[in-house]
């Protein structure tokens, strides 16, 4: 019977505790306490009863109560009226059930005897056996444990998720967070919870507290699966805040992840798969020294901003990202910044997989996600330059060609490793987006669950790492009274049930939007004020710099850095959309190792292939990787493929125009040669990519000409990105592929998917790397049209997607109605296509640059053809990226030949080296030995 009772803790010492209550609170009766009871004076009369002289009383009674502070403010009131410092605070959402429990799971919690244990279990870091009194917090949609009513310090958490409840009970019966425990000892009374891969167990005074603590902790977590199995619901489906904005390049995201982290006042979360320190938000870099991340983490630190970074541990003889480095960076800015790497490899046995979502979350109003790390190389801007030297916008290692080398060292960041007169550098291709409101809030929710569950594995002991607690808004289940619809099932905007907001299609750049509190780049032209810019070029020669002055004087009151923004709203429009209410849901890849469920989530796997299929007239794809599976593959488990290819059949029978446009990296990027022995990852790569797009019974393409002919390429066809320039005034011109490194996916200009996910098995599949994405569904259209058939267009996505073909093209801002009609012949024959063909033989007789299609060779002609190059010029890239002046025979110039290209836009090379018939590493190579799924 020992143990069966729980026993109040001694009182502590007076001042010791914070007061829940004040004498100000008291006298103006906010105490909530005294509503609970809900007692009303009665009148006093002459015919007063034994029940009015006992209201009487008891009113009396309590005046007398809570007007004593030190009675108030005791543990004693707090368990008798289950209160505590987190029962009313707004942040945490509604007041549950509190109490008093015993838990066995905790490690030593400071002032209780029940979790004392020996010396040996001490050293040894294991748990306590004897059970430990906690104060038991319930708020809808978590559990939390706290040492006592007064506590702030947070012991442990469960946040719970519906998914690790599937599978456990008769299908007809609702899944279940709590349960009844039947103790052998028939004194003593327990329950427990379960969320994701926890369970825990806890104990009170009496089975009708059990039965009380089970029925709370149900309905505050209870609730059906969402949309696509995701943990977040739709949100935007009333007025409740939701909005997005997307920006194209790092320059512009850049920019505003710095105004936001600038206007930070309470906490910072940032998480992804490398992160450096170092980096310049903005550029020229020499004119931002308080613009670098680990300045501007610092400031804010300084100033009481709580700052949780969570990064990726990586495997440090795969890569070369130095997280540690890193890591001792951040930590030493400030003790309020807070630190965890994860996955620790040993005691995980997580190898191959990664944390690859990208986030930055500021004081839970707005949070940035995409594609876009905050490290070096991924800085650039619609220009896509190749050459920076002397150093102006690109400092030290911020230079970057993984293709050329990989650093050695990250440590001396301000320190060249490429040789900018003779190397370019990569430019870095990006799309990502801002959230605001429910959306922005799921996405803090996820790194919540994220974070715990790494200091959970991770530093259990370390008392200065702390457990997070969501604020409600990340937790509440779904909209009370409304039902979850889905959108996209929508034939047309009209026949929505809410009336579309139709608006001038100039105003989907530029349409009027209410104030927000953390305001960003906002572009302010309509499209015929673009078209009225007549000095503004498209062309590599003529762009400037962001940030740089243009000559523009300054209005009066107006401050250098609002100057600024002007000029680069001016000069990138195309960069930056404009916020917009829309319906948001955020979908995301994690299991059992990245964030701690029973069981994978694949919402991102879900959401592609249900948009995909459900699409009516055109499909955008952009994207770093394209490795994808047919129904009947068993190698390649992700079935984006299959969805595609069964909605292009369904537009042949049916006889109707629908366009597939896929934008993916020229080559992989990583380090060395394709024929290089060092480079087998690079092979293995193209292999998977080819093998899903145009070689083998595997792919797409060889299954759709098996059946169409050449009526493929009008259904499906697939590009790249390259650009040009000088690596130094007077210097030898080079080329290199623009990396694809965005995550998007835009179906019919209604409806965008922006996130981390790559289009492979790693991303996809749920159980490897950790991504996160939004699905955003457009709330207000825009004239267009789909074929020559008028068509209401979205505002975000058909902004987006007008933007991202502006800057491929080469269009000036006045000619942005030319790809309004993404799938009419005019647009996507004879200007996109057209537009790609052109420059890829302009650079294909220039510089003979790889991949092309010429090359069909195998390795050991491949190999042949380089050297003779390399003989040829004399000087030249890993990739043949060097051009003579003059082109022979006919002794052109080589730059006035570039010149005739418009915009970045190339043909993807699907039949280079396709005589090889296998690019997979061979026996003697190191990667030969890697598990295959580490490449797919």
Same mark, same amino acid.
């Given at each position: 019977?020992?143990?069966?009772?729980?026993?109040?803790?001694?009182?502590?010492?007076?001042?010791?505790?914070?007061?829940?209550?004040?004498?100000?609170?008291?006298?103006?009766?906010?105490?909530?306490?005294?509503?609970?009871?809900?007692?009303?004076?009665?009148?006093?009369?002459?015919?007063? $009863?034994?029940?009015?002289?006992?209201?009487?009383?008891?009113?009396?009674?309590?005046?007398?109560?809570?007007?004593?502070?030190?009675?108030?403010?005791?543990?004693?009131?707090?368990?008798?009226?289950?209160?505590?410092?987190?029962?009313?605070?707004?942040?945490?959402?509604?007041?549950?059930?509190?109490?008093?429990?015993?838990?066995?799971?905790?490690?030593?919690?400071?002032? &209780?005897?029940?979790?004392?244990?020996?010396?040996?279990?001490? +050293?040894?870091?294991?748990?306590?056996?004897?059970?430990?009194?906690?104060?038991?917090?319930?708020?809808?949609?978590?559990?939390?444990?706290?040492?006592?009513?007064?506590?702030?310090?947070?012991?442990?958490?469960?946040?719970?998720?519906?998914?690790?409840?599937?599978?456990?009970?008769?299908?007809?019966?609702?899944?279940?967070?709590?349960?009844?425990?039947?103790?052998?000892?028939?004194?003593?009374?327990?329950?427990?919870?379960?969320?994701?891969?926890?369970?825990?167990?806890?104990?009170?005074?009496?089975?009708?507290?059990?039965?009380?603590?089970?029925?709370?902790?149900?309905?505050?977590? +209870?609730?059906?699966?969402?949309?696509?199995?995701?943990?977040?619901?739709?949100?935007?489906?009333?007025?409740?805040?939701?909005?997005?904005?997307?920006?194209?390049?790092?320059?512009?995201?850049?920019?505003?992840?710095?105004?936001?982290?600038?206007?930070?006042?309470?906490?910072?979360?940032?998480?992804?798969?490398?992160?450096?320190?170092?980096?310049?938000?903005?550029?020229?870099?020499?004119?931002?020294?308080?613009?670098?991340?680990?300045?501007?983490?610092?400031?804010?630190?300084?100033?009481?901003?709580?700052?949780?970074?969570?990064?990726?541990?990586?495997?440090?003889?795969?890569?070369?990202?130095?997280?540690?480095?890193?890591?001792?960076?951040?930590?030493?800015?400030?003790?309020?910044?807070?630190?965890?790497?994860?996955?620790?490899?040993?005691?995980?046995?997580?190898?191959?997989?990664?944390?690859?979502?990208?986030?930055?979350?500021?004081?839970?109003?707005?949070?940035?996600?995409?594609?876009?790390?905050?490290?070096?190389?991924?800085?650039? $801007?619609?220009?896509?330059?190749?050459?920076? +030297?002397?150093?102006?916008?690109?400092?030290?290692?911020?230079?970057?060609?993984?293709?050329?080398?990989?650093?050695?060292?990250?440590?001396?960041?301000?320190?060249?490793?490429?040789?900018?007169?003779?190397?370019?550098?990569?430019?870095?291709?990006?799309?990502?987006?801002?959230?605001?409101?429910?959306?922005?809030?799921?996405?803090?929710?996820?790194?919540?669950?994220?974070?715990?569950?790494?200091?959970?594995?991770?530093?259990?002991?370390?008392?200065?790492?702390?457990?997070?607690?969501?604020?409600?808004?990340?937790?509440?289940?779904?909209?009370?009274?409304?039902?979850?619809?889905?959108?996209?099932?929508?034939?047309?905007?009209?026949?929505?049930?809410?009336?579309?907001?139709?608006?001038?299609?100039?105003?989907?750049?530029?349409?009027?939007?209410?104030?927000?509190?953390?305001?960003?780049?906002?572009?302010?032209?309509?499209?015929?004020?673009?078209?009225?810019?007549?000095?503004?070029?498209?062309?590599?020669?003529?762009?400037?710099?962001?940030?740089?002055?243009?000559?523009?004087?300054?209005?009066?009151?107006?401050?250098?850095?609002?100057?600024?923004?002007?000029?680069?709203?001016?000069?990138?429009?195309?960069?930056?959309?404009?916020?917009?209410?829309?319906?948001?849901?955020?979908?995301?890849?994690?299991?059992?190792?990245?964030?701690?469920?029973?069981?994978?989530?694949?919402?991102?796997?879900?959401?592609?292939?249900?948009?995909?299929?459900?699409?009516?007239?055109?499909?955008?794809?952009?994207?770093?990787?394209?490795?994808?599976?047919?129904?009947?593959?068993?190698?390649?488990?992700?079935?984006?493929?299959?969805?595609?290819?069964?909605?292009?059949?369904?537009?042949?029978?049916?006889?109707?125009?629908?366009?597939?446009?896929?934008?993916?990296?020229?080559?992989?990027?990583?380090?060395?040669?394709?024929?290089?022995?060092?480079?087998?990852?690079?092979?293995?790569?193209?292999?998977?990519?080819?093998?899903?797009?145009?070689?083998?019974?595997?792919?797409?393409?060889?299954?759709?000409?098996?059946?169409?002919?050449?009526?493929?390429?009008?259904?499906?066809?697939?590009?790249?990105?390259?650009?040009?320039?000088?690596?130094?005034?007077?210097?030898?011109?080079?080329?290199?592929?623009?990396?694809?490194?965005?995550?998007?996916?835009?179906?019919?200009?209604?409806?965008?998917?922006?996130?981390?996910?790559?289009?492979?098995?790693?991303?996809?599949?749920?159980?490897?790397?950790?991504?996160?994405?939004?699905?955003?569904?457009?709330?207000?259209?825009?004239?267009?049209?789909?074929?020559?058939?008028?068509?209401?267009?979205?505002?975000?996505?058909?902004?987006?997607?007008?933007?991202?073909?502006?800057?491929?093209?080469?269009?000036?801002?006045?000619?942005?109605?030319?790809?309004?009609?993404?799938?009419?012949?005019?647009?996507?024959?004879?200007?996109?296509?057209?537009?790609?063909?052109?420059?890829?033989?302009?650079?294909?007789?220039?510089?003979?640059?790889?991949?092309?299609?010429?090359?069909?060779?195998?390795?050991?002609?491949?190999?042949?053809?380089?050297?003779? +190059?390399?003989?040829?010029?004399?000087?030249?890239?890993?990739?043949?990226?060097?051009?003579?002046?003059?082109?022979?025979?006919?002794?052109?110039? &080589?730059?006035?030949?570039?010149?005739?290209?418009?915009?970045?836009?190339?043909?993807?090379?699907?039949?280079?080296?396709?005589?090889?018939?296998?690019?997979?590493?061979?026996?003697?190579?190191?990667?030969?030995?890697?598990?295959?799924?580490?490449?797919?």
């Amino acid at each position: 019977m020992q143990g069966s009772v729980v026993q109040d803790d001694e009182e502590p010492d007076d001042g010791a505790l914070p007061l829940l209550y004040t004498e100000d609170s008291v006298k103006n009766r906010n105490v909530p306490s005294r509503a609970a009871f809900s007692i009303i004076r009665p009148t006093i009369g002459r015919s007063e $009863t034994v029940v009015d002289r006992g209201k009487n009383a008891m009113q009396g009674y309590l005046n007398l109560f809570l007007g004593n502070l030190d009675i108030v403010n005791s543990k004693e009131v707090c368990k008798f009226l289950e209160v505590s410092r987190l029962s009313f605070a707004r942040e945490y959402g509604s007041k549950m059930k509190e109490g008093y429990v015993t838990v066995k799971h905790l490690r030593k919690v400071p002032g &209780s005897d029940g979790a004392r244990c020996c010396l040996p279990s001490q +050293c040894l870091g294991c748990f306590g056996n004897s059970w430990t009194k906690v104060w038991a917090v319930l708020k809808p949609g978590f559990l939390a444990l706290l040492e006592d009513p007064f506590s702030g310090k947070l012991l442990d958490i469960m946040v719970f998720d519906s998914l690790g409840f599937q599978g456990t009970k008769e299908s007809s019966e609702q899944p279940r967070l709590a349960e009844q425990v039947k103790e052998r000892n028939p004194l003593r009374f327990g329950f427990e919870v379960t969320s994701g891969d926890r369970t825990v167990r806890l104990r009170t005074t009496s089975c009708r507290k059990v039965k009380e603590w089970v029925k709370a902790v149900d309905e505050a977590g +209870c609730y059906s699966p969402h949309r696509f199995g995701s943990f977040a619901p739709p949100r935007g489906l009333t007025s409740d805040g939701s909005q997005a904005q997307w920006f194209v390049d790092g320059h512009t995201a850049f920019e505003a992840i710095a105004f936001a982290i600038q206007n930070a006042t309470s906490e910072i979360f940032i998480t992804g798969w490398w992160l450096c320190p170092e980096l310049y938000l903005k550029r020229p870099f020499e004119d931002h020294p308080s613009l670098r991340l680990d300045a501007l983490l610092e400031t804010k630190a300084k100033q009481g901003v709580k700052i949780y970074i969570l990064m990726y541990k990586e495997v440090q003889i795969a890569l070369k990202i130095n997280s540690m480095y890193s890591k001792k960076r951040l930590q030493n800015i400030h003790k309020n910044v807070k630190v965890l790497r994860y996955p620790d490899h040993l005691s995980t046995g997580i190898y191959l997989w990664s944390h690859h979502d990208k986030i930055v979350i500021v004081d839970y109003q707005v949070c940035f996600i995409g594609g876009l790390d905050l490290c070096f190389g991924r800085y650039d $801007t619609a220009e896509h330059k190749i050459g920076d +030297c002397p150093p102006h916008i690109w400092p030290g290692k911020d230079y970057y060609n993984p293709r050329e080398s990989e650093p050695n060292s990250w440590e001396e960041t301000m320190k060249d490793e490429l040789d900018r007169r003779k190397y370019p550098r990569m430019p870095w291709h990006e799309v990502h987006c801002a959230l605001w409101g429910p959306p922005c809030r799921d996405v803090a929710r996820h790194f919540v669950q994220r974070w715990n569950h790494s200091k959970r594995n991770k530093a259990p002991n370390e008392q200065t790492i702390p457990l997070l607690m969501p604020h409600h808004h990340m937790v509440l289940p779904h909209y009370l009274g409304t039902r979850e619809i889905d959108i996209i099932a929508a034939a047309k905007p009209e026949e929505d049930p809410e009336k579309p907001v139709v608006l001038a299609r100039q105003d989907s750049f530029s349409s009027a939007s209410p104030p927000q509190e953390i305001p960003l780049l906002l572009p302010q032209e309509t499209d015929a004020e673009f078209a009225s810019k007549g000095d503004m070029k498209c062309d590599r020669g003529s762009r400037q710099d962001v940030g740089r002055s243009h000559g523009r004087d300054e209005s009066p009151g107006e401050t250098s850095e609002e100057s600024d923004r002007d000029e680069t709203v001016n000069e990138w429009w195309w960069q930056i959309g404009k916020q917009s209410d829309c319906r948001c849901q955020v979908i995301r890849s994690v299991s059992q190792w990245s964030a701690g469920t029973s069981q994978p989530e694949d919402s991102i796997h879900q959401a592609y292939c249900s948009l995909i299929q459900n699409a009516q007239h055109f499909i955008y794809i952009e994207n770093q990787f394209f490795i994808s599976g047919l129904e009947k593959d068993e190698t390649i488990l992700n079935r984006v493929l299959e969805a595609l290819y069964r909605r292009i059949l369904k537009a042949h029978e049916e006889n109707k125009c629908f366009r597939v446009v896929i934008v993916i990296p020229l080559l992989p990027g990583f380090q060395g040669g394709i024929d290089d022995f060092g480079a087998a990852t690079v092979r293995a790569l193209m292999h998977w990519q080819y093998r899903t797009i145009s070689r083998e019974r595997t792919s797409i393409l060889d299954n759709l000409n098996a059946l169409l002919g050449p009526k493929t390429q009008d259904y499906i066809s697939f590009y790249g990105l390259r650009s040009y320039g000088r690596l130094f005034e007077g210097g030898p011109i080079a080329t290199s592929q623009i990396y694809v490194h965005s995550k998007l996916l835009i179906v019919d200009d209604r409806t965008a998917v922006i996130g981390s996910s790559n289009i492979n098995d790693r991303s996809l599949l749920g159980s490897r790397d950790s991504e996160i994405g939004v699905v955003i569904e457009d709330k207000e259209f825009v004239e267009s049209s789909m074929n020559g058939v008028k068509w209401l267009a979205g505002k975000f996505s058909y902004s987006l997607r007008c933007s991202l073909w502006s800057e491929h093209l080469g269009l000036q801002a006045g000619e942005v109605k030319m790809i309004e009609d993404p799938i009419k012949d005019a647009t996507y024959k004879d200007l996109w296509m057209a537009t790609a063909k052109k420059n890829t033989d302009i650079y294909d007789q220039v510089f003979s640059c790889i991949p092309n299609e010429h090359i069909r060779s195998s390795r050991a002609e491949l190999r042949h053809n380089v050297s003779l +190059c390399k003989d040829k010029l004399g000087h030249t890239t890993i990739d043949l990226g060097i051009a003579p002046e003059r082109l022979k025979p006919c002794g052109s110039d &080589s730059w006035e030949r570039l010149k005739e290209t418009r915009g970045h836009l190339v043909c993807f090379p699907l039949q280079f080296m396709c005589d090889q018939e296998d690019l997979r590493p061979v026996f003697n190579e190191s990667e030969f030995y890697t598990a295959p799924q580490v490449f797919h």
